[in-house]
């Protein structure tokens, strides 16, 4: 994705249509991207926490405390943030009286602690005071949580504890505990802070606090965004009660009632209109996390839809209908534009690091001569299989680091020669995807390959044949962001039509991805066949 630091860009000439503007309150800073009627990003802009708001001393956006397990936020940095970006987009003559809606993405799991009586603080936002003096005093908790934070490994053991164990938890709300998972950060503040949580009145997502901001009012949490915090049963999409019992007292009237995601929440505050000349009917659609809207961006439609995002991590996400959770395989959240369907998301630690690392060690200069390499052997490398753990893994579990090779009598090995590795490399990690994608119910009739290394032919290859689907690529900009803009779009056309409209209806006219690889019937056969022995050698691992 690609990073806007302090910069803005208008890449053409507004029309006349309405607009629709998406935001994303990222990690590292705060984005917009705003389309036109057909899907045309007529401009993007951005504002970097580090370098534009240097005052709240962020290295990455965030704060990490002194057990180098907390990480936070200011809360109000992120609100500061918002004035920053309408004043540059101002300032470029972005014409804010054609925006008919709003909409947003929030790096997920990260919360917000509104203090009693922050609610009476955002109806009477002023078009002339900045947002960061009206809402001085607006929080019960100074250092907002985000999802870098691993400090509450006692809290989530406390709750599988409590709710029968991982996959139990995963059962109900679509993933096991997570440390950085919302329902364990609010376990922790209310058990260490008790002071802190009675004063809170009202819970957000980064994603809802966003939408507050916007409409002056306290925004519910939506229910895709909602999933990411150990305390939504995704299938009923409402808060679940033992969750809830588990995490802390008096939960459920802090957090409100979670909403579908299309949900306008509300008409855009005055001061907007005022201060910046946004149209005085201007909607505010449910805001949602960040993976949520990258899947709209992305425009993951319909089950067998996948996207693979290869960057520092790998991330694997497709739309599903049917939720399959597993303690194991990541998560599972309610689908955003889709409101009765799920989606899932699966993180691969060893991404782009690894795959650079190996390319290294190879001898190969460059992802040219590293795809040479791997033409050099066939496909499913006569039954070596390699596992490359340079970082200790999410998926699967496996905590070691290193490298181990089998032969295809799965024999262990010391080496392989660099046109085995090369291809080993890449056949596992594609087929640690399909094995673990598979778990969940993601089975792919296309695949959107994004990020760095989806710019290599060899690496589309493989992962064509190993997955059994073609490939595309696009020229995608800041997905999360593009994807509340279509967010926007979707959630007021379908209040027009005062039903939820087919998401796939609503973008119809976006630019087409460009299909680059076809599947190879013959590999991806061969690649069939010896997916349970990669999957028997993978346990083998994980059991040490
Ligand atoms: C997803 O579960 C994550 O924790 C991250 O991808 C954050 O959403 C990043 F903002």
């Known amino acids: 994705m690609n990073e806007l630091s302090a910069s803005t860009r208008v890449t053409s000439r507004m029309s006349e249509s309405p607009l629709f503007l998406g935001l994303d309150s990222s990690t590292q800073g705060l984005k917009a991207a705003a389309v036109d009627e057909s899907c045309r990003v007529v401009a993007e802009f951005g504002v970097n926490f580090d370098a534009d708001l240097p005052e709240y001393r962020t290295r990455g956006g965030v704060q990490r405390g002194p057990d180098g397990l907390t990480v936070t936020s200011p809360p109000v940095m992120w609100a500061a943030a918002l004035d920053v970006l309408f004043d540059r987009m101002q300032a470029s003559g972005f014409v804010f009286d054609r925006v008919a809606a709003v909409s947003g993405a929030g790096q997920q799991h990260g919360s917000v602690y509104w203090r009693r009586d922050a609610r009476a603080l955002l109806q009477g936002m002023s078009a002339e005071k900045r947002l960061r003096e009206t809402l001085r005093d607006a929080f019960a908790v100074a250092a907002s949580p985000v999802w870098m934070d691993s400090s509450t490994t ?98 459920a009237g802090r ?60 991330t694997l996400f497709g739309a599903l209908s049917e939720p399959h959770p597993s303690a194991k395989e990541g998560h599972i959240f309610v689908n955003p534009v889709e409101p009765a369907g799920f989606m899932a998301m699966i993180c691969f630690k060893n991404g782009s690091l690894t795959r650079e690392a190996v390319r290294q060690s190879v001898g190969a200069q460059d992802w040219k001569a590293f795809g040479a390499l791997v033409g050099r052997t066939p496909p499913g490398n006569g039954g070596r299989l390699g596992f490359y753990m340079r970082e200790p893994e999410i998926t699967p579990p496996l905590f070691k680091t290193g490298i181990w090779r089998f032969a295809a009598d799965a024999r262990p090995q010391s080496a392989f020669t660099p046109e085995i590795e090369a291809r080993a490399l890449l056949e596992g990690q594609f087929l640690s995807m399909r094995l673990h994608g598979g778990r969940v119910g993601l089975m792919p009739s296309g695949i959107l390959a994004t ?15 190993v997955l059994g689907a073609p490939v595309f690529t696009g020229n995608q900009v800041n997905s999360a962001a593009l994807g509340a803009a279509y967010r926007a779009l979707h959630g007021w056309r379908s209040r027009k039509a005062r039903r939820c409209l087919p998401f796939a209806d609503v973008v119809a006219s976006a630019p087409s991805f460009t299909r680059v690889v076809e599947p190879d019937p013959a590999a991806h056969a061969l690649y069939t066949a010896l997916l349970p022995h990669y999957a028997a050698l993978e346990a083998k691992l994980a059991a040490g």
């Open 255 to 314: 957090l409100g009632e979670p909403v579908a995601s299309h949900t306008v929440v509300g008409n855009l505050h005055t001061r907007y209109a005022v201060r910046y000349g946004f149209p005085k009917n201007c909607v505010v659609v449910a805001f949602s996390g960040d993976n949520p809207c990258s899947l709209a961006g992305m425009r993951l439609k319909q089950p067998g839809d996948l996207a693979v995002s290869m960057g520092t991590s790998d």
């Open 451 to 465: 990020g760095g290394a989806s710019a290599d032919p060899a690496v589309l290859r493989v992962l064509s044949d």
């Open 154 to 251: 006692a809290q989530c053991r406390a709750r599988e504890a409590a709710l029968g164990g991982p996959q139990a938890v995963a059962d109900v709300t679509g993933s096991r505990a997570f440390e950085r998972f919302t329902g364990n950060q609010i376990a922790k503040l209310a058990g260490q802070n008790p002071s802190a949580y009675a004063a809170t009145e009202r819970i957000a997502l980064v994603s809802s606090f966003m939408a507050s901001l916007l409409i002056g009012d306290y925004a519910p949490i939506d229910v895709s965004d909602g999933s990411g915090m150990n305390l939504l049963d995704i299938r009923a999409r409402r808060w679940d009660p033992r969750a809830l019992d588990v995490t802390a007292p008096g939960l």
